[in-house]
T-cell receptor, first 118, second 114 residues
Framework: AQTVTQSQPEMSVQEAETVTLSCTYD???????LFWYKQPPSRQMILVIR??????QNATENRFSVNFQKAAKSFSLKISDSQLGDTAMYFC???????????????FGSGTQLTVLP | NAGVMQNPRHLVRRRGQEARLRCSPM?????VYWYRQLPEEGLKFMVY????????ESGMPKERFSAEFPKEGPSILRIQQVVRGDSAAYFC????????????FGSGTRLTVV
C-alpha cells in the first residue's frame, strides 16, 4: 500500500513571496504519477500540477513548480509570487501506473493549509 | 461544459435514514470515482465505476454503502441506515480515460447526520 505524508499542517506566506510545501511518499512501485491539488474554501478540488515518475524533468505550471526527488520519494510544491487567491488547502496525491482498475486510485496526504497574507 | 455536477450540495439526514448522493460526470467522461473526506483529513478512495460496471470498490465499507453508474443518468452513491460517523464531504470525480492525467472533481456533497 502507498502512503503520502505532508508534515506541515499549516503554512503562511506574504503576498508576492515564494513558499514551498513538502510531501513525501512511500511505495514499492516504480511507475506512478504524483499530483498536487488545491482545495479553496469553496471546497472544489482543483488540479494544480502533475508529475510522471519516469520523467526526470520537474513539472512546471506558470507560478507552480515541483521538486521531484524519486530516490528520496519527495515531491515538494513551490509557489512563486504568491497571490491572495492561492490561499487554500493543498493536497499531495499518488497514483500507481498500471492497467488494472485498482491502479486508478488516488492516495492523498492529509493536506497543508496555506494562507497568503496581504 | 458544466464540469462535474454533484447534488445536493448539503444533505441532512437523521440516523437510520437513507442518503442518496448524485454525480453527473463531465461530458465525454466515462470513468467515475467517489471519495470521502472526513473533517481535517485528506480524501479517501471509495469506489471506481464505469458505465454499468463497478471496477474497484476496495474502499467501500462492506455494509450500508453501495454505488452505481447506470447506462443512463447520474452515478449514485447510496448510504443506508446512516450513522453519525457517516457525516463527511463526499466527492465525485470523473475522467475521460483511466485518470492518469488527473481527475476533474465536483464540489462535493456535505452529509450531516443528526
Amino acid at each position: 500500500a502507498q502512503t503520502v505524508t505532508q508534515s506541515q499542517p499549516e503554512m503562511s506566506v506574504q503576498e508576492a513571496e515564494t513558499v514551498t510545501l513538502s510531501c513525501t511518499y512511500d511505495t514499492s512501485e516504480n511507475n506512478y504519477y504524483l499530483f498536487w491539488y488545491k482545495q479553496p474554501p469553496s471546497r472544489q478540488m482543483i488540479l494544480v500540477i502533475r508529475q510522471e515518475a519516469y520523467k526526470q524533468q520537474n513539472a512546471t505550471e506558470n507560478r507552480f513548480s515541483v521538486n521531484f526527488q524519486k530516490a528520496a520519494k519527495s515531491f515538494s510544491l513551490k509557489i512563486s509570487d504568491s497571490q491572495l487567491g492561492d490561499t487554500a488547502m493543498y493536497f499531495c496525491a499518488f497514483m500507481k501506473r498500471g492497467s488494472s482498475g485498482s491502479a486508478r486510485q488516488l492516495t492523498f496526504g492529509s493536506g497543508t493549509q496555506l494562507t497568503v497574507l496581504p | 461544459n458544466a464540469g462535474v455536477m454533484q447534488n445536493p450540495r448539503h444533505l441532512v439526514r437523521r440516523r437510520g435514514q437513507e442518503a442518496r448522493l448524485r454525480c453527473s460526470p463531465m461530458k465525454g467522461h466515462s470513468h467515475v470515482y467517489w471519495y470521502r473526506q472526513l473533517p481535517e483529513e485528506g480524501l479517501k478512495f471509495m469506489v471506481y465505476l464505469q458505465k454499468e460496471n463497478i471496477i474497484d470498490e476496495s474502499g467501500m465499507p462492506k455494509e450500508r454503502f453501495s454505488a452505481e453508474f447506470p447506462k443512463e443518468g447520474p452515478s449514485i452513491l447510496r448510504i443506508q441506515q446512516v450513522v453519525r460517523g457517516d457525516s463527511a464531504a463526499y466527492f465525485c470525480a470523473s475522467s475521460p480515460g483511466q485518470g492518469a492525467y488527473g481527475y476533474t472533481f465536483g464540489s462535493g456533497t456535505r452529509l450531516t447526520v443528526v
